[in-house]
Antibody
Framework: EVQLVESGGGLVQPGGSLRLSCVAS????????MNWVRQAPGKGLEWVSY????????YYADFVKGRFTISRDNAKNSVSLQMNSLRDEDTAVYFC????????????WGQGALVTVSS | ETVLTQSPATLSLSPGERATLSCRAS??????LAWYQQKPGQAPRLLIY???NRATGIPARFSGSGSGTDFTLTISSLEPEDFAVYYC??????????FGPGTKVDIK
């Protein structure tokens, strides 16, 4: 069974930093590209970042570019999102998701990690 | 960036009725469109990818159609567990991957 488990969420002040992690199990992690998708309270889904299976290709949404960094460790079956210079509008549940064979088909999702940016 | 719009915003139906949800793209996305279901407090679930392919384990009452800029998700006969929010998402022109604003299917 495919499982994705996020951790690292919490309350942080504006301008602060937080690191989210997602540990995968039940599949060959190193063969799949991964994404982070977020959802602000009561709002819709918003793609944040993509990393290919070998980390050779990385993309970010414009609204996080220069502030967030995605990375992965295939030996530890994990993908991370380092979030710096956090803003109030970054408050959201952050989901890690797996690409199904091709980029952009999110077939498996974690339960989400809540990030609250507030003073 | 490809903008997706969904209609209606809310669909009020009874169990057993047919649900028809629409997604329109600001430019052609070919057939690279997916549909997701999300229930309160849960992660989204992939229903349909590449316009008409059901994901693993998705019941046959869910079907998708369309190409180019106009797409439809049809639920042939609503079950109680189908009342949820549905999102469309494109992967034709990326980054970024973009989602529609969602259609809420609630009980009439």
């Amino acid at each position: 069974e495919v499982q994705l488990v996020e951790s690292g969420g919490g309350l942080v002040q504006p301008g602060g930093s937080l690191r989210l992690s997602c540990v995968a199990s039940g599949f060959t992690f190193s063969s799949y590209s991964m994404n982070w998708v977020r959802q602000a309270p009561g709002k819709g889904l918003e793609w944040v970042s993509y990393i290919s299976s070998s980390s050779s290709t990385i993309y970010y949404a414009d609204f996080v570019k220069g502030r967030f960094t995605i990375s992965r460790d295939n030996a530890k079956n994990s993908v991370s999102l380092q979030m710096n210079s956090l803003r109030d509008e970054d408050t959201a549940v952050y989901f890690c998701s797996r690409d199904y064979l091709v980029a952009g088909v999110f077939d498996s999702w974690g339960q989400g990690a809540l990030v609250t940016v507030s003073s | 960036e490809t903008v997706l719009t969904q209609s209606p915003a809310t669909l009020s139906l009874s169990p057993g009725e047919r649900a028809t949800l629409s997604c329109r793209a600001s430019q052609s996305v070919s057939n690279y469109l997916a549909w997701y279901q999300q229930k309160p407090g849960q992660a989204p679930r992939l229903l349909i990818y590449d316009a008409s392919n059901r994901a693993t384990g998705i019941p046959a009452r869910f079907s998708g159609s369309g190409s180019g800029t106009d797409f439809t998700l049809t639920i042939s006969s609503l079950e109680p567990e189908d009342f949820a929010v549905y999102y469309c998402q494109q992967r034709n022109s990326w980054p970024p991957f973009t989602f529609g604003p969602g259609t809420k299917v609630d009980i009439k």
